[in-house]
C-alpha cells in the first residue's frame, strides 16, 4: 500500500523559515520523482518543486531562491526548506510521487499525501 505522510506544517511569522518533511512507502522510492504541490484557500493546486532520484531539482519561479527540495534514498524521505516566507505562501502543501524518473513540467504525478497545513502570519 503506497503512503505519503507529511509532517512539519505550522505557523510562522513572515521571514520566517519551516521545514516539511514527507515519509514514503509502498513503492520503489527510487524510480520516482517526488514533488511538493500546494494549494492556497481558493486557488487551484500548484506545482512547487520537484527533485528526481539523481537530486536533480526544479522549481517554480514564484519560490526559486527562497525554497530547497532534497531526498534521502536510503530513507524513503523527500524534505522541503522554506526560508523568506511570506503570507502568499500561506497554503496546504502536498507530497506527490511520479513513476516517471525524470520529470517534465506539467507531468501527472501518480500517488499523493493527505497535505499539511503551512501558514504565514504577517
Known amino acids: 500500500q503506497v503512503q505519503l505522510v507529511e509532517s512539519g506544517g505550522g505557523l510562522v511569522q513572515a521571514g520566517g523559515s519551516l521545514r516539511l518533511s514527507c515519509a514514503a512507502s509502498?513503492?520503489?522510492?527510487?524510480?520516482?520523482?517526488m514533488g511538493w504541490f500546494r494549494q492556497a484557500p481558493g486557488k487551484e493546486r500548484e506545482f512547487v518543486a520537484a527533485i528526481e532520484y539523481s537530486g536533480r531539482t526544479y522549481y517554480a519561479g514564484s519560490v526559486k531562491g527562497r525554497f530547497t527540495i532534497s531526498r534521502d534514498n536510503t530513507k524513503n524521505t523527500v524534505s522541503l526548506q522554506m526560508t523568506s516566507l511570506n503570507p502568499e505562501d500561506t497554503a496546504v502543501y502536498y507530497c506527490?510521487?511520479?513513476?516517471?524518473?525524470?520529470?517534465?513540467?506539467?507531468?501527472?504525478?501518480?500517488?499523493w499525501g493527505q497535505g499539511t497545513q503551512a501558514t504565514v502570519s504577517s
Open positions: 509502498g513503492f520503489t522510492f527510487s524510480r520516482y520523482v
Open positions: 506527490a510521487a511520479d513513476r516517471s524518473n525524470i520529470y517534465y513540467f506539467g507531468a501527472v504525478f501518480d500517488y
